[in-house]
Nanobody, 119 residues
Framework: QVQLQESGPGLVNPSQTLSLTCTVSGGPIATSNYAWSWIRQPPGKGLEWMGVIAYDGTTYYSPSLKNRISISRDTSENQFSLQLSSVTPEDTAVYYC???????????WGQGTQVTVSS
């Protein structure tokens, strides 16, 4: 069974870079036809898809975040990571990592981690 777990700081200063890591267990992230996403939910708002890294390392980002976001992976650790630069309080959210079999529905979710941007 595939399981995902987010890790990283819960508090980030404005203008700094938010960094989160998702550790995947139950299967290698390089498995063909799997994709691994970052999704967030700001307080009182809906889910926002941020970006994805596919099994072959290809990345796609939300146009609204394209200039600030980077998703990478470490196949030796079976992890993928999020970096979001120049954060503001509007980036405060619960951040989720997720996995899917390259179809519109999400098959696997992490439990989510709260990140607050504040000085």
């Amino acid at each position: 069974q595939v399981q995902l777990q987010e890790s990283g700081p819960g508090l980030v200063n404005p203008s700094q870079t938010l960094s989160l890591t998702c550790t995947v267990s139950g299967g290698p992230i390089a498995t063909s036809n799997y994709a691994w996403s970052w999704i967030r939910q700001p307080p009182g708002k809906g889910l926002e898809w941020m970006g994805v890294i596919a099994y072959d390392g290809t990345t796609y980002y939300s146009p609204s975040l394209k200039n600030r976001i980077s998703i990478s992976r470490d196949t030796s650790e079976n992890q993928f990571s999020l970096q979001l630069s120049s954060v503001t309080p509007e980036d405060t959210a619960v951040y989720y990592c997720a996995g899917d079999k390259m179809r519109p529905t999400i098959d696997y979710w992490g439990q989510g981690t709260q990140v607050t941007v504040s000085s």
